[in-house]
C-alpha cells in the first residue's frame, strides 16, 4: 500500500505564530500532492494542489513546498479561523492515499 | 456555479447493498475528475474511487469488488454501486470534482451518510 504519513498529528499554536505541517509519501509522488483543511462539521476545502499551487481564494499565509516524498503546508501567521484538521493526498496514480490528518488548535 | 448533491445514503444491515448518487451542475461529469471519498465517525478522509473519461475508474483496496463507480452523462450523475456492505462501511461519503491532470478536488458535496449495522 502506498502511505502518506503526516506529522505532527496535532498541534497547538499561538496567533501569529508559523505553522509547519510535514508529509511523507511512500513512494516517489513527483508534485502531485494537494493539501485539504477540514473545519469541525464542515466538507474539506482544497487548499494548495501540485504541491506548491495555491487554489484561488486561499489566503497567501498559507504555502506548499516539496516534491518526490517530502511535503510541507505552512502556515505563516495562524488565524483563529484556522482552526481543522489538515490533510495531504497524493494524486499521481490511483490510490488516490489520504494522510491520516493534523489538527491544528490555538493555545 | 459549481455544485455536486449526494443522495442515496441510509441505514443498511451488513451484506445488503445500496447505490449512492452525485447530482452534479455547473460543469459536465464526463470532463473531469469524479472520485468518492469518505469519513467515518471522528476519523480521517478515505479516498474510495475515482472516474474519468470514457472507462478509467479505479478503487481503493477496502472495497475493489464490493464498490462500482460509474455515470450517466445524459443526468450528469455520478453513482457509487456498494454491494456486500460491512460495518466499516459506515461514513460520510462525499462526492467529488477536479480538472483532470493537474487539480485534484477542487469541489466537494455536503455528503450522504450511510451507517451499516444490524
Known amino acids: 500500500d502506498i502511505q502518506m504519513t503526516q506529522s505532527p498529528s496535532s498541534l497547538s499554536a499561538s496567533v501569529g505564530d508559523r505553522v509547519t505541517i510535514t508529509c511523507r509519501a511512500s513512494?516517489?509522488?513527483?508534485?502531485?500532492v494537494a493539501w485539504y483543511q477540514q473545519k469541525p462539521g464542515k466538507v474539506p476545502k482544497l487548499l494548495i494542489y501540485?504541491?506548491?499551487t495555491l487554489q484561488s481564494g486561499v489566503p497567501s499565509r498559507f504555502s506548499g513546498t516539496g516534491s518526490g516524498t517530502d511535503f510541507t503546508l505552512t502556515i505563516s501567521s495562524l488565524q483563529p479561523e484556522d482552526v481543522a484538521t489538515y490533510y495531504c493526498q497524493r494524486y499521481i496514480r490511483a490510490p488516490w492515499t489520504f494522510g491520516q490528518g493534523t489538527k491544528v488548535e490555538i493555545k | 456555479e459549481v455544485q455536486l448533491a449526494e443522495s442515496g445514503g441510509g441505514l443498511i444491515q451488513p451484506g445488503g447493498s445500496l447505490r449512492l448518487s452525485c447530482a452534479a451542475s455547473?460543469?459536465?461529469?464526463?470532463?473531469?475528475?469524479m472520485s468518492w471519498v469518505r469519513q467515518a465517525p471522528g476519523k480521517g478522509l478515505e479516498w474510495v474511487s475515482l472516474?474519468?473519461?470514457?472507462?478509467?475508474?479505479y478503487y481503493a483496496d477496502s472495497v475493489r469488488g464490493r464498490f462500482t463507480i460509474s455515470r450517466d452523462d445524459s443526468k450528469n450523475t455520478l453513482y457509487l454501486q456498494m454491494n456486500s456492505l460491512r460495518v466499516e462501511d459506515t461514513a460520510v461519503y462525499y462526492c467529488?470534482?477536479?480538472?483532470?491532470?493537474?487539480?485534484?478536488?477542487?469541489?466537494w458535496g455536503q455528503g450522504t451518510l450511510v451507517t451499516v449495522s444490524s
Open positions: 513512494q516517489d509522488t513527483s508534485i502531485y
Open positions: 467529488a470534482r477536479g480538472v483532470v491532470g493537474v487539480v485534484p478536488l477542487d469541489y
Open positions: 455547473g460543469f459536465t461529469v464526463s470532463s473531469t475528475y
Open positions: 501540485t504541491a506548491s
Open positions: 472516474i474519468y473519461y470514457a472507462a478509467n475508474t
